[in-house]
């Protein structure tokens, strides 16, 4: 990278005694989509007339109130849409339509034949203001500059009377704000709505776009909180954000210039948008419902708007992409699993509104219809309790906590050897073959069981058993205070290694008549070496009898 010097740093704004450092958000802004413009034109297959109905749907149904619907004097296309929305009604009373003009007056008067029967719309008009666009894009002073702004807002005017039954209110965009010096942004605003008349009870929405994101967010948080301590009649304005991204940085650009003073955002589902792409309002929105911020956007279910935006726009979504990836609720790392596996465990002994704050989840994944199945998936570079987790959410598999590090270690190994993610299934069937179904080195041929009366409180059962062990097949029997006893005793007259049970566990799999026993046993070798074997059966002692050949099956 040689050739930095032909850069030069964005500089400062001349703003002092800053306020937005002190501030929080504590409401949600006015949101504005501009998916149908803004994103739509960023597509290499732009929408038709049906996608973008179907697209309007889908934004009303998530809550926005204001939806940029396109360019109709540019396109034939937008201009049907637009015609479509208004003759069948699809507009909700609560809805404002936004159309966005060159302030030409053979445009504005076609885009207002366009909006005749809307009850009301947003006129939205622009020009660039930036050094540079002055310079290479129009040779236009800055006199000249503020003349096509004022000159926009009278050809609006001069053709309001066409707009008989629709309530208008004006946008106006000094576009490349982001690159215009602070002091002249504030100049031909001050213009333009001097021009429209504005008041409180007439509004003009003043929208200052991130055109190109050319600075850190801190700076463009200062350019906010300048245009709205130095712009007259604060009350008669909506300062208006619309950031783009390329920096990387516009979802925290958004988030301090509302900080700074602005009441409004405009911005796309996901991010779509030119380079880098627009503001991603799912993100700003689910950020401020973490803080306890009810965003006034439905989210809750983000699978169903992500898989409508992906089908409408043919674009796809990152698995990592915050709050709606495929992969933002999952762990792979074995420290994260074990740390969310404890978190979730309790849980899930709290109240249903307890604060949230299970270890690297920042959102209860439950909130935007995500399922907890999700949050853990196994690879080689999970941990002991992640193989635990699997096993307890899909198959109802509590092993104790002692036995994970043991089938964490199978499971993991098993994904190194393949080398990806091994689903559910394959977990469990990993753990069946190691733990419920090996019968090599030792084996039941047979076993029966007798239950003594011995005239006392202590019941008796004699356990007869034929066990093969290393291919050879021994018949023996013993007594014990119990069959699991009892079958002990008698794998102590075979070869089998000597040892001693130093854990048990048990629980029920299932319901009804179709309920299993799960057991779990530790046994200590006279070399003190411990292994963990698991038992099922429908007989919780047939289930203790399989573990303890379980377990020394692993040695």
């Known amino acids: 990278m040689k050739n930095a010097n032909k850069y030069k740093p964005f500089g400062k704004i001349p703003l002092e005694n800053r306020k937005w450092p002190e501030k929080e958000i504590t ?19 732009p929408m038709g007339v049906e996608q973008k109905l179907a697209f309007f749907d889908l934004l009303v149904k998530t809550g926005f109130k204001e939806i940029e619907v396109g360019f109709p004097s540019a396109s034939q296309t937008e201009y049907d849409f637009l015609r479509r929305l208004i003759e069948e009604n699809r507009i909700p009373d609560d809805v404002t339509i936004q159309v966005l003009c060159q302030a030409r007056e053979h445009l504005v008067k076609k ?10 719309a947003i006129f939205h008009i622009y020009n660039s203001t930036s050094p540079a ?3 290479y894009t129009f040779n236009m002073s800055k006199e000249e500059i503020v003349k096509v702004a004022i000159d926009g807002v009278r050809c609006v005017k001069d053709c309001l009377p066409m707009a008989e039954g629709t309530k208008i209110r004006l946008e106006y965009s000094p576009e490349s704000f982001s690159n215009t010096e602070i002091d002249f942004a504030v100049e031909i605003c001050e213009a333009v709505k001097k021009e429209w008349g504005a008041s409180p009870e007439n509004k003009i929405i003043l929208n200052l776009p991130t055109t190109v994101e050319c600075a850190t967010p801190n700076i463009h948080a200062d350019q906010i909180e300048y245009f709205a301590t130095h712009i007259s009649d604060r009350d008669s304005v909506i300062i208006s954000l619309h950031n783009h991204n390329d920096r990387g940085e516009g979802v925290a650009s958004c988030e301090l210039a509302l900080l700074a003073g602005a009441d409004r955002v405009e911005g796309t589902l996901f991010g779509n948008g030119e380079r880098t792409g627009n503001l991603d309002i799912v993100t700003v929105a689910l950020n401020m419902y973490t803080q306890g911020v009810d965003p006034q956007l439905d989210f809750s279910n983000i699978g169903s708007v992500a898989e409508a935006y992906m089908k409408l726009t043919g674009m796809p979504i990152h698995p990592r992409h915050p709050y709606a990836g495929e992969l933002v609720f999952t762990a792979f790392s074995g420290s994260h699993q074990d740390a969310i596996r404890k978190g979730m465990a309790a849980r899930a002994k709290m109240p249903a509104d307890a604060i949230w704050d299970v270890p690297y989840l920042p959102l209860d994944p439950h909130d935007v219809g995500r399922e907890y199945e999700e949050i853990i998936r196994i690879n080689s570079q999970s941990g002991k309790g992640g193989a635990a987790w699997i096993l307890e959410q899909d198959y109802g598999i509590f092993l104790p906590k002692a036995m994970h590090p043991a089938v964490g270690a199978v499971i993991t190994a098993a994904a190194d050897t393949l080398q990806r993610e091994v689903t559910p299934a394959e977990i469990y069937e990993i753990f069946s073959k190691q733990w419920l179904k090996k019968k090599s080195p030792l084996a039941i041929v047979d076993l029966a069981e007798t239950h003594l009366e011995s005239g006392s409180d202590q019941a008796q059962v004699m356990c007869r058993t034929s066990v093969e062990w290393q291919s050879k097949v021994y018949s023996v029997g013993a007594k014990g205070n119990g069959p699991l006893d009892a079958f002990v005793a008698a794998l102590s007259e075979t070869p089998v290694p000597k040892f001693s049970i130093s854990a048990f566990h048990e629980h029920s799999v299932g319901s009804g008549s179709d309920t ?7 046994i200590t070798l006279q070399n003190g070496k411990k292994y963990w074997g698991c038992g099922k059966s429908s007989n919780i002692g047939r289930a203790g009898i399989k573990a303890v050949v379980s377990a020394v099956n692993q040695i």
């Open 111 to 120: 885009t207002f034949e366009c909006l005749k029967g809307a009850k009301s």
């Open 516 to 522: 299993d026993a799960m057991a779990y046993i530790e």
């Open 133 to 135: 666009q002055r310079k």
């Open 27 to 45: 409401h949600p802004p006015i949101w504005c989509s501009v998916d149908l413009r803004d994103g739509n034109q960023a597509l290499a297959i």
